[in-house]
Structure formats: C-alpha cells, structure tokens
C-alpha cells in the first residue's frame, strides 16, 4: 500500500477528465479512516477544490463535494477533532445545497449527495445513507455519558477529550428538527418504510426509528407528524427490526398516542397494533419515561372503545 495514497493525489491533478474521476472515487472511498483522511487534507484538498472550480463535468463536481464532505466528517463528533475552519465547512454546505435542492439534476447524479428527497423516488438503494443523514440532522444516535470526573482525570493526563460541537445543543436540534418537519420528512419516511423489505434492512429501520423518536420529542409537533402519516409509518418499525429499533419506535408511538386521537393517529383496525409496542415498553428493562409515556399512551387508547380496552 506504499506509495498507493500519493499517486491518488497525484492524478487528482490530470488533465484527463477519467483520471480525475477514478481518483477523486478512489480518495472518496480511501477517506473513511481518520489516518487516511488526515494525510489526504494535508496533501490532496487543494487539488479537489481546484477540481471543483475548475471543471465542468458534472460527475466529478459532485463527486469532489462528497469527498470534501467525507474529509470534513473524518472526526465524527467530536468537535476538538474537527479537519476544517468553521468558516470553510460552511461554505461547504452552501456549495452542497446547490446539488441537493436541485431538481433539475438528474437523480442518479444528486444520489452522490442523499437528501431525504431522494427516498420519493423509485431508486431505493441510498436508504441507509439517507437515513444516516437524518440521524446527524437530529442528533439521535447513542451518546456515552460524560461523567466530569473522568474528564478532569484525562485533561490531568493530558489524554484527548471529545468535544461537542457548538451546534449540537439542544436548541440548534430543534431547529433542525422544525425545518425538517416543515420540509416534509415524514413523507420521504413514510415512502422509506414502505420500500421492499430486500433493500430496507434492519439496520436502516433502526435509524429510521431514531429518526422518529427525535422527530416526535416536542408535543407540539406530534400533530405535524400525525397528519402527515407518521402513525402509521411507525407500526412496521415497532414490529419489526432491531430490538434497539424496535424499542425507539413503540417510544415514538407512545409520545403520539399519549397527545393525540387514536382515530386520527391510528385509523380503523391499526389501532390494535400499537396495543403490543406500548405494552412491551412496560418491561422492567425500560428506562422510566418510556414506562411513563407507554401508560399514557395506553390509557389514552383505553378510552376509544370497551372492544379495545
């Protein structure tokens, strides 16, 4: 593998558009390690930004905006960790948001750069990275408690400390969370969990139910969510997948059927489907608010009709 990353810098300089292609696809794919990434940023940015502006072949422009994209993620969360200025990962996502709010580019190009759109269309094969995107979005993937005290210790001993990203609180998720709402989700959701069971996998339902249960945090959205489907998107997710996903989704169906009227949120007979989840969130294994919001849910079902009681 010696010498293999430099000669992937070095076509990036080219002039032949297929060269230019092959090794922008090559770094893209070589970027995913911290190490790999950081070599790359040291010695092969330059050359995708000057790619970029120079060239006029759609495939590579994108393809250049995903690499630039994978290089600046390279840390994960954690802020301290971070491979571009603040100011220069913003101009990134303006640039990335003339690709991905552009229906006039042809889907199989703007796939290089998911949006949640995406899942609308007949092509179901960007599933997983659409719903990862969501997840970043709203901050609902698993974060390890930070216990001060082994903070203090590793500073002490000068051990690295992750940070979290000024962006991540709790009030920029929000925000967040109504512009995706406003911007339609839960039917680009609705149109995922609907997808052929060969492509939607377990994995990919699981982050669609974190999705969900980020989605249905704020009581004053759960009505959003209610009119737009989101009821009973959930059932299949709470029924099937993961048991992690499966728990998040019978959560998100107890925040819905706790606020809101079983005949609008669950329609007919499916009403009794959202009976098993919220009573499997009862378990002794479950946190306490899950407990809570499943007993009101239920209560709240209770009331509909003798038949369900």
């Known amino acids: 593998m010696k010498g293999v990353m430099e000669m992937m810098v070095a076509l990036c300089g080219s002039e032949r558009e297929a060269d230019q292609l092959v090794a922008v696809e090559a770094l893209i794919h070589a970027s995913t390690k911290l190490s790999r990434a950081t070599f790359i940023i040291t010695n092969g940015v330059s050359l995708l930004k000057s790619i970029y502006n120079t060239t006029k072949n759609e495939k590579i422009k994108i393809r250049t905006l995903v690499g630039l994209c994978k290089l600046g993620?390279?840390?994960?969360?954690?802020?301290?960790?971070?491979?571009?200025?603040?100011?220069?990962t913003e101009k990134l996502a303006k640039q990335c948001r003339k690709w991905l709010c552009n229906a006039a580019i042809d889907t199989r190009t703007r796939r290089w750069a998911a949006m949640f759109e995406l899942a609308k269309t007949?092509?179901?094969t960007i599933l997983y990275s659409v719903a990862t995107t969501l997840v970043n979005c709203t901050n609902s993937y698993d974060v390890k408690e930070?216990?001060?005290?082994?903070?203090?210790?590793?500073?002490?001993?000068?051990?690295?400390?992750p940070e979290e990203h000024p962006k991540d609180k709790k009030d920029f998720v929000d925000m967040r969370v109504k512009r995706l709402l406003k911007a339609g989700v839960i039917s680009a959701l609705s149109c995922m969990v609907r997808a052929d069971s060969a492509i939607l996998t377990d994995q990919t339902k699981e982050l669609l139910a974190r999705v969900f249960l980020a989605l249905c945090d704020n009581p004053k959205d759960r009505g959003t969510i209610v009119a737009q489907g989101g009821g009973k998107a959930l059932i299949p997710l709470a029924l099937e997948g993961t048991d992690v996903g499966k728990v998040k989704a019978a959560h998100a169906l107890a925040k819905i059927a706790a606020v809101s009227n079983p005949d609008i949120a669950f329609p007919g007979e499916r009403v009794y489907e959202v009976v098993r989840p919220l009573v499997g969130l009862l378990d002794t294994q479950r946190d306490g608010l899950q407990n809570y919001e499943a007993l009101l849910g239920l209560t709240n079902l209770s009331g509909r009709s003798d038949k369900l009681r």
Do not use: C, M, N, W
């Open 73 to 88: 993620s390279a840390g994960g969360t954690d802020y301290g960790l971070r491979q571009f200025a603040e100011g220069s």
């Open 122 to 124: 007949s092509d179901k």
């Open 146 to 161: 930070v216990i001060p005290e082994l903070v203090q210790l590793a500073k002490f001993s000068k051990q690295h400390v």
